[in-house]
């Protein structure tokens, strides 16, 4: 069964996700003293707040049938983290969550010696694309692979059809550029004593209401969607001259148009990225997804088709997701992207035109900022 | 500590076999598009034996479909080499095979992209965690160490069952303040090299470098890398390079850091060719090894 796998961040997502019809949610809770970081791979603002919210969306979801997965995925540990992970997986558990999500092998060898019997499901950012690297993370005790999201189709598929454990894939918001684990590039918020950035507004994200806002919001948006003075170099070390692209930017967003073929391809989950998202966002994503998983295992085409142009009229940020192509599951560069038609398309859907850079013609920029404030509203 | 040249390609292969370095690395660690083909790899096979040099075999993470590739490169040298050879690997489907002993005259090292650095962060999370309260004791106080100058090879379990698995090293980046937490890997067995001047940003599969030149990857691409590096400027995150698939952060070494890094014990400083780091030839390799050597007498 394909489940459809939703971000949380509060109880009123966790309660809004579970009745629009997940399978299973994910979350992180807040370490207690910090308001920036956790150990969920996620910045504190985009956890719950602690253990007794957890067990309170444990309660909600559970009544819907939904499991919940903690997201103990910083993909670093080390011994000086030993007394903090262990007691973040001791009160979750207790709290009552269904499994565990992990990205450092060291965490994997906490979680075999504190002794946990849930599922662990690896995190993307254990970056496993073969099936001898499954192996590896199934002996330690992995049930589950969630795949890099930059996995091809035709990757899923035969992961699917030979791995011995779950697959899952990423489908909606948020597909970063780089690969997961290995970007330094900080999504974080920037202190607000730092000029140039000493006016600047509070974080939208960091700053939830009442709280701090010492945190602004310079780089609440992604930096992979930035424009870099990008220059040149040649073999002999010489400089071009600038150019402003957003050279970094492979970024995707959407799956609506694949989730008949994941389906078909028997992938284990879907997961919808958004843990810093609105619950809106959480809440809105889940029932398009729902609605699509279950057309996909109807076997109706037609409903999904009707289902995703419905979405495009109503929704003019995934109109513009559209033109850009910025589909999970595109061709990713040359003729075979510029080639590749959307599909469902209806006679309103244009392609936008795209910056011409060097002899690429993949760079879109239109929309970038609506792009990821979109996941804010 | 030796000077190992990292050669992606034959002709780097051929300027570092020339060169006044102590070993080579053969192969990318960070691009599944540049694994040399089985007539690029008998010609390192060649040298493998005779040429007086050590010699590493370097591998990047792998879809299942390249798989084989690396598979068969493993068993080429295997049986070719008469002393162990290096293979640092950045995946770890290769590491399980490895591990298992299907290759016994081969010695796993893990590949910089296995291991996590803090500090590689841009900006630096140090800063923005200087407001933290008991994080604030562990990053700035110093109690228990710098959480921010350790990897995820300090976590005693890990070190422990990478060594069971027949790890014998890993590989850094250019983060001077991790040098010293190093030694005590390295006291206890553990050996480690380091990226001379580099340090890893972020890494991409839909590479920015071949969507820049319009290349049908993931299927092939003409690898405009080996001839084009990018420099980018941005006002949060600074200088940072562009190579291939790769964004990098490039230091030029003081006196001061050459001589942490001596004192870490490191077993190697891994000097890495191509248009980014400026050295394309035996004598750019011969140079830089001079002027590190200076620099570690000052």
Known sequence: MTKIISPVKSVEGAARVSAAGADELYVGVRLSGLRFMSYSGRKAACCLNDYDELAEACRLAHSYGTEVNLTANLPFMSDLLTPVVKSYLKNSIAAGVDALIIADMGTLLLVRDMGIDLPIYASSYFVARNLESIYFLQKLGVTRLICSPDSTLDEIRDLVERSPIEVEAFVHGEGCSNVGGNCYLLHSQRPKQYAPYDDAPASPIASQPGEDTSLVSISDRIPCLFDYETHRLTEDGEVGPPENIPIMDSFSFCSFCFVHELVEMKVGGMKIVGRCASEDFQERTTRHYRQLVDFAKARDLEGTKEEIQTLRRQSPELMKLCTNKRCYYAPWSGAERETFEIPFADKKLRVLPVIQVGAAKTFSTVANEELQDSRVR | ?298
Not at chain 2, 3 to 28: I, K
Not at chain 2, 51 to 56: M, P, T
Not at chain 2, 146 to 165: A, M, R, S, Y
């Open chain 2, 1 to 298: 500590m030796d000077f190992t040249v990292q050669a992606e390609h034959p002709p780097a292969l051929r300027q570092a076999l020339q060169s006044n370095c102590d070993a080579v690395r053969y192969g990318a660690d960070l691009c599944e598009l540049k694994l040399l083909n089985d007539g690029q790899m008998r010609e390192f096979l060649k040298n493998l034996n005779d040429s007086g040099k050590s010699f590493g075999y370097v591998c990047p993470r792998l879809p299942q479909q390249l798989f084989p590739i690396v598979e068969r490169h493993l068993a080429m040298i295997n049986d070719e080499t008469i002393k162990p050879i290096k293979v640092i690997t950045n995946d770890w489907g290769v590491l399980n095979q490895l591990a298992e002993g299907k290759y016994p005259k081969l010695v796993p090292y893990l590949g910089r992209q296995l291991i996590s650095i803090p500090h590689r962060g841009r900006p630096s999370m140090a800063d923005l965690m200087g407001g933290e309260s008991w994080f604030k004791r562990m990053a700035v106080e110093k109690v228990g160490g710098l959480i921010f100058d350790k990897t995820n090879l300090h976590f005693k379990p890990t070190l422990k069952f990478l060594k069971e698995q027949g790890v014998r090293g890993a590989e850094i980046d250019w983060v001077p303040k991790t040098f010293g937490e190093m030694k005590e890997l390295a006291a206890g067995g553990f050996q480690f090299s380091v990226h001379l001047g580099l340090v890893i940003v972020a890494v991409v599969r839909r590479c920015h470098t071949a969507r820049y030149f319009d290349e049908p990857i993931p299927h092939s691409c003409s690898k405009p890398c080996f001839k084009t590096a990018f420099l980018l400027k941005h006002e949060i995150f600074g200088e940072l390079y562009m190579d291939g698939n790769t964004i990098f952060a490039l230091y030029e070494p003081t006196a001061k850091e050459m001589r942490q890094l001596t004192a870490s014990k490191a077993s190697e400083l891994v000097i890495t060719m191509g248009s980014m780091t400026k050295i394309q030839t035996s004598e750019d390799i011969n140079q830089r090894i001079a002027s590190i050597k200076s620099l570690m007498k000052l």
